[in-house]
């Protein structure tokens, strides 16, 4: 059963922040952020794993609140370079599942 | 830096006939993955492999899909008679750790457009 993303769609101007959610009915162990640029395949962003600490990467960070079964990508001051298709991936048994992905697009 | 390598690029074919993609993992990765990308669409799962046999498989890898592990690099999807709605992006995926742990590799993938 896959994650569940929102919003669908953000629209930002450079330097703005946004949040980008991912939830699931079932317990999680870790969830994974990708970003897929258009035309290209989904790159590895961060994993969020059960019990670890909040997780960086540039200025993209994600949390992961485990009693929720819930994860949030933040992404502050945004770059042109944000811009794509933000997928949040979840598994149980090798079966990494992805949400339906939210589209960032960032303008100047 | 080793990467994930798929082909063909793109492939046309006509409905009923046979398709082999084939990918070639990260050489130390133990664990390999089929996905599927429709137009516009989100990445939807297909299979897993590992240790030669398949781990796990989604409820649209019916009995027309099928994968292989041939030699000790290729990793190959095979769909026995295409249809329409099999147009689509297939991505193979590689990682080294399982178990929620390990980051998927992805291959540049292959567009499957089936007339």
């Known amino acids: ?108 | 830096e080793p990467e994930v390598t798929q082909t063909p690029s793109h492939q046309v074919t006509q409905m009923g006939q046979e398709v082999i993609l084939r990918c070639v993992p990260i050489s130390n990765h133990l664990y390999f993955y089929w996905y599927r990308q429709i137009l516009g669409q989100k990445v939807e799962f297909l299979v897993s492999f590992y240790n030669n046999e398949i781990s796990e498989k989604s409820e649209i890898f019916d009995d027309q899909f099928s994968v292989e592990r041939p030699d000790g690099s290729n990793f190959t999807l095979k769909i026995r008679s295409t249809k329409l709605e099999d147009s689509a992006m297939y991505f193979c995926a590689s990682r080294r750790l399982a178990g929620g742990i390990g980051e998927l590799f992805f291959g540049e993938g292959s567009r499957l457009t089936v007339l």
Request: with cysteine; aromatic share 10%; glycine share 8%.
């Open chain 1, 1 to 108: 059963q896959q994650p569940v993303q929102s919003p669908q769609a953000v629209i930002l101007r450079e330097g703005e922040d946004a949040v980008i959610n991912c939830s699931s009915s079932k317990a999680l162990y870790s969830v994974h952020w990708y970003r897929q640029k258009h035309g290209e395949a989904p790159v590895f962003l961060m994993i969020l794993l059960k019990g670890g600490e909040q997780k960086g990467h540039d200025k993209i960070s994600a949390s992961f609140n485990e009693k929720k079964q819930q994860s949030s990508l933040y992404l502050t001051a945004s770059q042109l370079s944000y811009s794509g298709t933000y997928f949040c991936g979840t598994e149980y048994v090798d079966d990494m599942r992805f949400g339906a992905g939210t589209r960032l697009t960032v303008k100047p």
